[in-house]
């Protein structure tokens, strides 16, 4: 191994962030929304001020990149009726009205910028099918038009 | 002398034919290398390109569709089908391109270089077509009735895929060695996300 001392620095500081900030994100839908969101999407470099002043700023950058990836390859594994309760949980934690997180979500598609780099297309093409599919039945869960109709709820 | 003529001829036709033969098994070490890193290229690919087998898992879970026929409205069941049968063509299209460039590399190239058995050869063209029949039929299949028609089939493919691939791996070990390209070697390339 080329940089050892490095290499376990990024392994500490990715231990840290698991520890202290994605702990509070149990959905892997969620960890893969924040992690993207600290991600320049002009340089493609991940940020963290906490992080970087404990560790430096290129280990802060790869202990993101690599819990990013870790938060895609959970969320690839998920099946549709786990992704359903993730999005539910995920709207909680943001307190959106669902009305307004639907309609952003089905615009904007958020999930799709989320994807880390260089993963494999058609992986990630399966990811946001499932997503957009998850979405579609959380949405008819919430408005009434389910199959399951009357009382339908969410998978537990 | 009509037969000497005739026997002299006999001669040059033949050395004419051992240098042509000898032409042909010599490319230049510039365009061996290159040819050498293709190779690799196009075996490296189709392993990547086969896609790992819990993820070929997820995409044809009956789990899915038993919850969704069962929770969603059904222009919902319809999108989720049509998602699904999409998702698997382009697996199964994928597949069969990767198996197809290996094909067209055992063909053109590797027995110059790979020294293969005939009895390996034999093996890897018998996988080759079985694999390229497989994934035909999945695809119709597929088209005619959707993603969750022919489990089987998907199992069979994905199974012989992997092993043409170790079978080729295994005959083309050489392709792995470090030195034909040693950037493409460098660790510091790899994981390495942005």
Not at chain 1, 19 to 32: H, I, Q
Not at chain 1, 55 to 75: G, K, P, T
Not at chain 1, 95 to 124: G, H, N
Request: include cysteine; charge should be positive; glycine fraction near 4%.
């Amino acid at each position: 191994m080329p940089f050892p001392a490095e290499y376990s620095n990024v392994d500490l500081a990715a231990d840290d962030l698991r520890r202290r900030t994605l702990s509070n994100m149990p959905a892997p839908l969620e960890r893969l929304i924040y992690l993207g969101s600290t991600r320049d999407y002009n340089t493609g470099l991940y940020y963290h001020d906490g992080l970087a002043s404990r560790y430096s700023e290129m280990v802060a950058c790869q202990a993101l990149a690599n819990c990013h990836r870790e938060a895609y390859q959970q969320l690839l594994q998920s099946s549709v009726r786990d992704l359903v309760q993730q999005v539910d949980s995920y709207v909680k934690s943001t307190r959106s009205a669902p009305r307004d997180f639907i309609a952003a979500w089905k615009s904007l598609q958020p999930y799709r910028v989320a994807v880390p780099a260089e993963t494999d297309p058609l992986a990630s093409e399966f990811l946001c099918s499932n997503v957009k599919i998850a979405l579609a039945i959380w949405e008819s869960l919430q408005f009434g038009r389910s199959r399951q109709q009357p009382g339908a709820s969410l998978p537990q | 002398m009509i037969e000497l003529i005739l026997s002299l001829l006999v001669a040059v036709v033949l050395l004419l034919t051992l240098y042509l033969f000898a032409r042909r098994s010599k490319p230049s070490a510039e365009g061996s290398a290159q040819q050498l890193r293709e190779a690799r290229q196009t075996l490296d690919s189709l392993q990547v390109g086969l896609l790992p087998n819990d993820l070929v898992q997820r995409i044809f879970a009956k789990e899915d569709l038993e919850y969704v026929l069962s929770a969603a409205p059904a222009d919902v069941r319809s999108l989720f089908l049509l998602e699904r049968k999409n998702i698997a063509l382009a697996w199964v299209r994928r597949v069969r391109g990767a198996v197809l460039d290996l094909m067209r590399f055992h063909r053109g190239y590797a027995r110059l270089y790979a020294r293969l058995s005939l009895s390996t050869e034999m093996l890897l063209a018998l996988n080759f077509f079985s694999l390229l029949t497989v994934c035909q039929l999945l695809q119709i299949a597929v088209h005619l009735r959707g993603p969750y028609a022919a489990p089987g089939m998907v199992r069979t493919v994905a199974t012989a895929a992997g092993r043409v691939c170790s079978i080729s791996e295994s005959s083309l070990v050489f392709l792995k060695v470090k030195q034909i390209d040693p950037l493409k070697n460098d660790p510091s390339r790899h994981g390495a996300s942005v």
